[in-house]
């Protein structure tokens, strides 16, 4: 009797325990839209399901994939990498509106989930998998051509155990590094630099600091108290392996940026410094010289020398809260996405030129609602 009920506990743990670490492994990805320039100016914009393809100021392909969680062009701009936790697909992108898939990737093993995809130098595609049970990540390299799909490598990490969840994962330009978000047995969150060929992360990780959140506003109710770990975001300078690094400070609704480098496999923070109002994602300009900063219905342009605020991008009589942005690989064209699914590409934004917004509220409908061409 005691035997059965031993086993019987035993399942019901190994299930839950399965079914925790599957919910911890689905929040490694974002919900939010995805970006991708390619060539032409060619800029896909992906929902929960539809990758829509704009060009020359007009829609031009739409693909379906459910659900979407990656997406990335190739650096040569013709190809396309779409996917999400258990598989990805490939498409050549081409002017005549014709498109040719391929299924690359399927991941079979329920330990793991897809958590990142990067197109390297060499056109390889990376794609990296995660396993919270096993503490491990997955490095998968394919050569991708337009005859064959082969893989050619595959990297294995421990992964320490203290860490119990990564994500938002992001190649550094030499591809020697990997910047990810870690979330610790102690609940506090880190950014952190993965070296990849000593399979290792950085001696320094710098933490995403976390505010105190009472249960109730009244004073004599509050008992309980939440860590929540405060916003931050993150992307890597051009051509170098330098970090950006955002936080927003909770109490006072302004950001902190660092800027951090990465050198023989140590790193070092260059610049830090902080500016009014909250960042929503960030963006740097290819030339380095900008970055652009959301916060709710306007756009910062952040000189990345002096640290000043140089320009402020706003469209007239709308207030909706830009969540995305995104610079084009000449620098010529930022796109945003704002909250109710507005898509808009501002052209040479130092002089405030708005070429067009493309709205596309209703997820389910495989076009654009409209394409307005206006002038700020």
Not at 86 to 100: F, G, H, L, M, P
Not at 141 to 146: A, M, N, Q, S
Not at 238 to 258: C, G, R, S, V
Not at 287 to 293: E, G, P, R
Request: hydrophobic letters at 35%.
């Amino acid at each position: 009797m005691h035997k059965k009920i031993i086993t019987v506990s035993a399942i019901i743990l190994l299930v839950f325990t399965n079914h925790l670490a599957s919910m911890i492994q689905e929040k490694t990805t974002s919900n939010k839209d995805l970006l991708s320039w390619g060539k032409n100016e060619m800029l896909a914009i992906a929902t929960d399901e539809t990758v829509i393809f704009c060009s020359q100021n007009k829609e031009d392909l739409i693909i379906r994939f459910y659900p979407i969680k990656l997406l990335q062009f190739n650096p040569s701009g013709d190809k396309i990498a779409i996917g999400n936790i258990d598989e990805i697909a490939t498409y050549a992108v081409k002017r005549e509106k014709k498109i040719k898939t391929r299924k690359l990737f399927g991941n079979y093993n329920k330990d793991y989930n897809i958590v990142a995809l990067h197109w390297l130098s060499d056109n390889k595609l990376a794609i990296i998998e995660y396993s919270a049970i096993l503490y491990k990540l997955a490095i998968k390299l394919f050569l991708c051509t337009d005859e064959t799909i082969q893989q050619t490598e595959t990297i294995n990490i421990d992964i320490p155990s203290h860490i119990i969840n990564i994500r938002e994962i992001q190649y550094s330009p030499s591809e020697n590094y990997l910047a990810c978000k870690t979330t610790h047995s102690t609940k506090k969150q880190y950014i952190q630099i993965l070296h990849i060929q000593k399979r290792c992360f950085l001696g320094n990780s710098f933490a995403i600091p976390s505010y105190v959140k009472h249960s109730s506003t009244r004073e004599h109710e509050r008992s309980p108290i939440l860590q929540t770990p405060g916003e931050s975001h993150f992307t890597f300078i051009p051509n170098e392996d330098i970090l950006i690094k955002t936080y927003n400070l909770h109490f006072t609704k302004n950001a902190i940026i660092k800027f951090i480098a990465i050198e023989r496999s140590k790193t070092r923070i260059l610049k830090k410094f902080q500016i009014k109002g909250k960042i929503n994602s960030i963006a740097i300009h290819p030339h380095k010289t900008d970055i652009a900063a959301p916060y709710k219905d306007h756009i910062r342009i952040i000189d990345t020398q002096t640290s000043n605020v140089k320009q402020i991008l706003k469209r007239k009589n709308i207030k909706k809260s830009t969540t995305t942005t995104l610079y084009n690989k000449t620098g010529t064209h930022l796109a945003s996405l704002e909250e109710d699914n507005d898509l808009v590409i501002w052209k040479n934004a130092r002089n405030k030129n708005l070429l067009q917004t493309i709205n596309k509220t209703r997820k389910k409908k495989l076009y654009l609602d409209m394409v307005i061409v206006a002038q700020t």
